[in-house]
């Protein structure tokens, strides 16, 4: 099946620094969504992007589908930034039919004051 | 609008019960899907219900199944609990529109620790 990398798998930032987390996937895919998890485990979908550039407020991703890779941008972080940062493919794959959304390992963000 | 309701949120069973997890989708909605998060892990998919039957399945045993009511309500029964089955259960939900190209929006988890 599709492989989902992340990386770096930790990442400690100062508040009001700036950060890339980056997103590696080995096949072609239909969907490509940005998660943060929150301490308590709630996923928030950060953003829906197969392919492109979206913004929102101090958050931006980029998803290069050619190259099989995405970013997500965090301008000047605050301490509720932190929690566990996933990207999720779906394979564009036929046997791939329905929503099985594959993960990444995550990114652990801890931002300190 | 409501989002996606997760039951219980946390429960705590020993090994060889039986425990039922319970999710009501999204408003518009149409499809349900289940994941387990181990401690420290991303989430693995364990099924996806649409249209009141299983359409898809990950790589977990037959102790773990699955139901879709009418009303596009699921829930996920797990038998004969392990000790590894101790782990966060995410609900997802979304809206087939046939393409794949759904987003999908989760719950807040139902935490089982099994001792």
């Known amino acids: 099946g599709i492989q989902v990398e992340q990386s770096p798998p930790d990442l400690i930032l100062q508040e009001g620094a700036n950060s890339t987390l980056r997103c590696n996937f080995s096949d072609s895919v239909n969907n490509l969504q940005w998660f943060h998890q929150n301490p308590w485990g709630q996923l928030i979908n950060l953003f829906y992007?197969?392919?492109g550039t979206k913004q929102n407020g101090r958050l931006s991703a980029t998803t290069v589908a050619t190259e099989r890779y995405s970013l997500l941008y965090i301008s000047s972080s605050q301490t509720t930034d932190s929690g566990v940062y996933f990207c999720?493919?779906?394979?564009?794959?036929?046997?791939?039919?329905?929503?099985?959304?594959?993960f990444g390992g995550g990114t652990r963000v801890l931002v300190k004051p | 609008d409501a989002g996606v309701t997760q039951s219980p949120t946390h429960l705590i069973k020993t090994r060889g019960q039986q425990v039922t997890l319970r999710c009501s989708p999204k408003?518009?909605?149409?499809?349900v899907s289940w994941y387990q998060q181990a401690l420290g892990q991303g989430p693995q998919f364990i099924f996806q219900y649409y249209e009141e039957e299983e359409r898809q399945r990950g790589n977990f045993p037959d102790r773990f199944s699955g139901h879709q009511f009418p009303n596009y309500s699921s829930e996920l029964n797990v038998n004969a609990l392990l000790l590894g089955d101790s782990a966060l259960y995410l609900c997802?939900?979304?809206?087939?529109?046939?393409?794949?190209?759904?987003?999908?929006?989760f719950g807040a988890g139902s935490r089982l620790t099994v001792l």
């Open positions: 408003s518009g909605h149409d499809t």
């Open positions: 997802a939900s979304s809206w087939d529109r046939g393409s794949g190209a759904n987003v999908l929006t």
């Open positions: 999720a493919v779906l394979s564009r794959r036929p046997q791939a039919a329905g929503n099985k959304l594959t």
């Open positions: 992007i197969p392919s």
